[in-house]
Structure formats: structure tokens, C-alpha cells
């Protein structure tokens, strides 16, 4: 047999991601991006519903109270999406709530002001308080390093082979909210695994009126049929006799959502009382909101391909940042008890379906505000078992990854250099985060334990991250090990292009701001 020609066997790199029915600024048809859209706020009411279950407890709050906080989460969210898909990186982005935020915020939960209180809901709305006035100190700094372009300088020293292992570990970082998750009642998430991958890959082809429809809504389908199935299950007794545990992770009627809902509540500033300031609190905030930025610059590239977008100039995802700090900001005056990243789960689905739309994240925002202001619908829709979403999580987050390793054919992986780097980065970027996680299970506390808790929490927080971690190991190893002979290895000449507005043609279509904005912020 003849030898195969090199043109045969190799794939020239492109960096616009192949394949999608639609890109950023092209649009299904109405009802099918409205359909798509509350796909998306489906998706999204996995972390939203989850951080206020989980905080709202150990702070004394009570049912109704988990309920607002939801809701106020979900409203922050919608507006936060808005604005950043409207005048941030115009990316088809989710700002969803973010779990970078938990060290802090369980540090300010065991502050002994605040523990030693003995009414539950005075301590919640102390607490709460305490939270606000950390997010609103801490969110300055996003909102300078992203105004003042002071990312865009530090994203200029980015390459893609320094974005491999950070962007990759956005995906892989999350592996602990995927299938630990679903072991916790296997019943519903392997049915959901399995049959989400059925539809969503291996019955992708089927068509209903010239629409792939399973391909397409395969997370709508396959939640629906799931959570018919856990209510069955439900109602039947089938864990009638089992652990707590279980009953929570499993039962359709656990979480006492729906009861404790009000039917109608519009979420306001500071609704929660004035909040207070503690300079001990803002600073351990300020190292999730470092973390909330890094892991949204990986965010955001990984969303620029899906969306089959260039990747964002560096001037573009500087005043994403910008707006992400005014996210946060507003995420402290509502008192959403956490900060706001994008949602590494809404990117996913852009590759699962297809559809990289800019209009369809706006909707799903529209039904973020909506559902949030009337309670027990959205309350309805809250309901689902968590283990459905982590039985989700398993396919987009794994999705979300491989497009941080598709930067690799940008880089020369021939290079012993190279393998170094991305080999280094993405292991030390998993194993530390690792560590800290274990030794904080069995200690109760974090590897940085001195009598300075600021300082503590501003450690601890950090290095939880994992691509907090592949980006201090990448980019430093990147721009000292041998980087004056390797520029191109690094695939530096694919980038540089796209670090001004100007550089490329494109960038005009993608990035440019609406009602003819650029006329007051001209791009650099």
C-alpha cells in the first residue's frame, strides 16, 4: 500500500472552531433560541440553587431564606449576563454564581463574632452582611485591573501554550462535581449520563423538520424524562428506608423549594440590611476574586472557540473583566452570598448543541429575571435533583477541556520544552488543589493555618484553584524557560494578531459594541 502524502494525515490548526450550526452572531430561528435559552437557564439553576443550599444552613438561615438567596442569585446572574454579553467581551457567556468564593465566605461563616450569636436568623443576616461588605471591597479589584487595562498588558505575555493547561483545568478542575456527585445516588445520574451522551451524540443525526432535535435539546429531554422517573421513584417509597443522605441527593421532595417560595418577590439593594466591612474578610475575598478572573480568561477563550469566534483581543477581554467586577459588585449589594464567574457548564452546552449564539445566552438571561421575581415557578424548575446536573457536568465540563487542549496545534508538541511546560502545569494544577482539598478534610482547616486568618484565607483560596495554579506554573515557566528562541513553538505568531482590536478583520464583527458605542470607546 502506498504511504499516505503528509497533506493527508495532517490538520492544518484554524482558529475558528468548525462545525457549528451557528457562531456568535448568527441566530436560530425564534422559537428555537427561545427554546435553546431556557435550555440554558435549566442548566444554570445547577449552581445557583446549590451555593445557597449549602451556605444558607450553617449561617442559620432558614428555608425561606435558602429560597431568596436563590432568587436573588439567579436575578444577579440574568442582569450580570446581560451586561456582559451586551457590553463586556460580547461573548455568548452565562455569569453564573461562583464556587471560587466558598473559602472566604465559610471563614467569614466561622468568624467567632458572628458564631457566638444565638438567634439563627440574626446570625444569617449578620453573616450575610459580612458577606456584602467582602464582595463589595473585593470587587475593585477586577473592576481596575479590567478598566484600567491592566489585564489586557498581563494577557499579552498569554500564549497558547501557557492557555492549554489553565483553560483545560476550567474542565478538569471540576472533576469533584461530576461523578462523586452521581455516586450519590446512581440510580438517576447513570440513566442521565447514559442518556444524555445517547442523544446528544449517537442519535445527534435524527431530524424533525429538517432540525436535529435531540442533538439540540438532548439536556431539555433527557432532564425531563429523568426527573419523571426520580419523582416516580419518589412516590413509589423506593427510599423510604434510606439514609438522609440519600433521600436528599435522590427524593424529588427534599429540597422544600416549592413550599417555602413566595409567588411573587423581586429581589432589591441591600435587602438584607446595610451591609458591614471588615478588612480581614475583604482581603481573604480579594484572592476568589483572582481566581474568579483567571478562571474567567480561560472561561472566555473557551467559549470564543465554541462560539467559532477569534479568540478575544486583549483590550476585549480586559473590559470583560471590567464588567465581571461590576458583577461582583452588584452580586454584594443584592447579597447573592457568593461572587460571579462565567459558568463553565453553560460553555459546555454551546459545543453540545451546536449553537454559539450571542441572542440565545441573552434569553436564557431574560428567563433568569423572570423566573427569579415569580417564585414558585422558578422554584418548580429548581427542584431537580442536583445528581441530574452532576450527571450533565460529566460531558460539558470533559468538553470544556478538550478545547483548552485543541490549543495544542497552535504549539510545537516536538518540543522537549514544551512537553515540560503543558506536563508540569497540568499536573501540578490538579495535585496541589488536591492536597489542600485532603489536608482541609482532615485537618478542618487549611494548609495555611497562622494566627492571621486574612492571610490564611487569602492562601487557601488560591491554590484550591486549579487553573489559579496552571496559570502561575504555565505562564511563568512560559516566559522564562528558553522564550527568546521560542516564540513560535510557544504558537505565539498565531496570537499576536488578535492582541489589538485592529489585528484582524474579524474582530470587528465579533467584539464591536452595540448602538454604536465604540464612537465613545474607541478599541485600542
Given at each position: 500500500m502506498e504511504a499516505p502524502k503528509p497533506e493527508e494525515i495532517s490538520h492544518p490548526p484554524m482558529d475558528q472552531l468548525q462545525g457549528l450550526e451557528y457562531c456568535i452572531d448568527s441566530n436560530p430561528s425564534w422559537g428555537e433560541a427561545i427554546a435553546l435559552?431556557?435550555?440554558?437557564?435549566?442548566?444554570?439553576?445547577?449552581?445557583?440553587?446549590?451555593?445557597?443550599s449549602f451556605l444558607v444552613p450553617i449561617m442559620g438561615g432558614s428555608d425561606g431564606d435558602k429560597v431568596r438567596v436563590a432568587q436573588t442569585l439567579l436575578f444577579v446572574e440574568g442582569v450580570n449576563t446581560l451586561l456582559q454579553t451586551l457590553f463586556g467581551t460580547r461573548l455568548p457567556t452565562v455569569i453564573g454564581g461562583s464556587y471560587a468564593f466558598m473559602v472566604p465566605i465559610i471563614s467569614i461563616i466561622h468568624d467567632p463574632s458572628l458564631t457566638r450569636i444565638a438567634d439563627d436568623h440574626v446570625r444569617f443576616l449578620n453573616t450575610m452582611r459580612a458577606v456584602q461588605g467582602a464582595l463589595i471591597v473585593a470587587s475593585s479589584i477586577q473592576i481596575i485591573l479590567g478598566y484600567s487595562q491592566l489585564w489586557a498588558i498581563c494577557s499579552r505575555f498569554f500564549s497558547p501554550l501557557g492557555?492549554?493547561?489553565?483553560?483545560?483545568?476550567?474542565?478538569?478542575?471540576?472533576f469533584d462535581r461530576g461523578f462523586p456527585v452521581v455516586g450519590r445516588c446512581v440510580e438517576i445520574g447513570i440513566p442521565m449520563l447514559i442518556l444524555f451522551i445517547a442523544f446528544s451524540q449517537y442519535l445527534k443525526n435524527f431530524q424533525t423538520r429538517q432540525m436535529p432535535i435531540l442533538e439540540r435539546f438532548a439536556l431539555l429531554i433527557c432532564i425531563t424524562?429523568?426527573?419523571?422517573?426520580a419523582h416516580l421513584l419518589t412516590a413509589s417509597g423506593a427510599y423510604k428506608h434510606r439514609s438522609d443522605v440519600t433521600q436528599v441527593h435522590c427524593r424529588t421532595d427534599k429540597a422544600n423549594l416549592i413550599s417555602s417560595a413566595p409567588w411573587i418577590k423581586i429581589p432589591y439593594p441591600l435587602q438584607w440590611g446595610a451591609p458591614t466591612f471588615d478588612a480581614g474578610h475583604a482581603f481573604g475575598m480579594m484572592a476568589a476574586v483572582l481566581v474568579s478572573l483567571i478562571e474567567s480568561t480561560g472561561a472566555y477563550k473557551a467559549a470564543s472557540r465554541l462560539a467559532s469566534a477569534t479568540p478575544p483581543p486583549a483590550h476585549v477581554l480586559s473590559r470583560g473583566i471590567g464588567w465581571q467586577g461590576f458583577g461582583i459588585l452588584l452580586s454584594g449589594l443584592f447579597g447573592t452570598l457568593t461572587g460571579c464567574t462565567v459558568?463553565?457548564?453553560?460553555?459546555?452546552?454551546?459545543?453540545?448543541?451546536?449553537?454559539g449564539s450571542r441572542r440565545v445566552i441573552q434569553i436564557s438571561a431574560g428567563f433568569m429575571i423572570f423566573f427569579s421575581m415569580l417564585g414558585k415557578f422558578g422554584a418548580f424548575f429548581a427542584s431537580i435533583p442536583f445528581t441530574i446536573f452532576a450527571a450533565v457536568y460529566c460531558v460539558l465540563f470533559g468538553l470544556v477541556a478538550s478545547v483548552g487542549l485543541s490549543f495544542l496545534q497552535f504549539t510545537?508538541?516536538?518540543?522537549m520544552r514544551n512537553l515540560f511546560i503543558c506536563g508540569v502545569a497540568l499536573f501540578l494544577g490538579l495535585s496541589i488543589p488536591e492536597y489542600f482539598r485532603q489536608y482541609t478534610a482532615t485537618a478542618l482547616h487549611g494548609p495555611s493555618h497562622?494566627?492571621?486568618?486574612?492571610?490564611n484565607d487569602f492562601l487557601n483560596t488560591l491554590f484550591f484553584s486549579s487553573?489559579?495554579?496552571a496559570l502561575i506554573v504555565a505562564v511563568f515557566l512560559d516566559n522564562t524557560l528558553d522564550y527568546k528562541d521560542s516564540a513560535r513553538d510557544r504558537g505565539m505568531h498565531w496570537w499576536v494578531k488578535f492582541r489589538t482590536f485592529k489585528g484582524d478583520s474579524r474582530n470587528e464583527e465579533f467584539y464591536t459594541l452595540p448602538f454604536n458605542l465604540n464612537r465613545f470607546f474607541p478599541p485600542s
Open positions: 435559552g431556557f435550555q440554558h437557564y435549566i442548566l444554570a439553576l445547577g449552581t445557583a440553587v446549590m451555593i445557597p492557555m492549554v493547561p489553565v483553560i483545560s483545568l476550567v474542565g478538569f478542575g471540576l424524562v429523568i426527573w419523571a422517573y459558568s463553565v457548564e453553560n460553555v459546555g452546552l454551546l459545543g453540545s448543541t451546536r449553537v510545537n508538541m516536538n518540543s497562622t494566627r492571621a486568618g486574612w492571610f487553573p489559579t495554579v
